[in-house]
């Protein structure tokens, strides 16, 4: 996948900038979609799946942070919204506090208007490049494992498993990158939207919840790496 195949959301209420970002976007081969609110924004990230989102932070129904900020609260389950959904920010406020203010509502990158649309294009590409190299919201198959993001369907050597929300989004979080061992923090931040952590058994019991429902014909799958968190299996698997 290229850049040149991206879709990107513009969330901006200013006609005059939306117009200007749309159509230097599409001149670069980008397929734009925009909306001039954050409920209009919200919906065209539950239907239309963007690769990419630029937020405008002075939104007229609420700040462009509020909704960055529900993004990554969302499990992509319940929201159909992708959690990892890469924005960037737009905002006339350049001090150093909005900029750190951003980046702890969970924005990838902050640029401050007036822009050169040089270097905002510079950032979307850098932004697209990181997201294409991650799992998109396709159907995934792991070992005997298969699961479909969009219908939530999940079966294992053919037979359906039903799963509660949390544990769908788990398993997705765990399938994306099999292998990979995925911190307690990263999976508590991730599919639970935990901003601290404390002392909490809620990840571990839906891991072992979640264990015994993908291992009833004996397949091992949700592996608890001790001391750190858990990966989906522990040797090699089919894709």
Not at 52 to 81: I, K
Not at 121 to 140: E, I, K, Q
Request: aromatic share 6%.
């Amino acid at each position: 996948m290229t850049d040149d195949a991206s879709t990107i959301l513009l969330v901006e209420d200013d006609d005059a900038t939306r117009s200007f970002l749309a159509d230097n976007l599409l001149a670069d081969g980008h397929d734009v979609i925009t909306a001039d609110c954050a409920r209009h924004g919200w919906r065209l990230m539950e239907t239309k799946f963007p690769d990419l989102a630029l937020v405008d932070v002075g939104l007229p129904d609420g700040s462009g942070l509020d909704l960055v900020r529900r993004v990554r609260e969302a499990d992509g389950v319940a929201s159909r919204v992708d959690p990892l959904l890469p924005i960037l920010v737009l905002s006339g406020r350049r001090g150093e506090l909005d900029r750190i203010r951003g980046f702890e509502k969970g924005c990838d990158d902050y640029v401050v208007k007036p822009f050169s649309y040089s270097e905002l294009r510079a950032r979307v590409s850098a932004l697209l490049r990181r997201a294409h190299r991650r799992p998109g919201m396709g159907r995934l198959r792991v070992g005997t494992l298969e699961l479909d993001p969009p219908s939530r369907e999940v079966t294992v050597r053919g037979k359906r498993v039903d799963l509660s929300q949390k544990e769908f989004a788990l398993l997705r979080a765990l399938a994306a990158e099999p292998l990979r061992v995925f911190t307690k923090e990263e999976l508590l931040r991730g599919v639970w939207g935990f901003r601290s952590f404390g002392v909490t058994r809620t990840l571990d019991s839906h891991a072992c919840r979640l264990r015994q429902k993908l291992g009833r014909d004996g397949d091992r799958y949700v592996v608890n790496v001790w001391g750190v968190g858990y990966r989906l299996v522990d040797g090699p698997v089919g894709a």
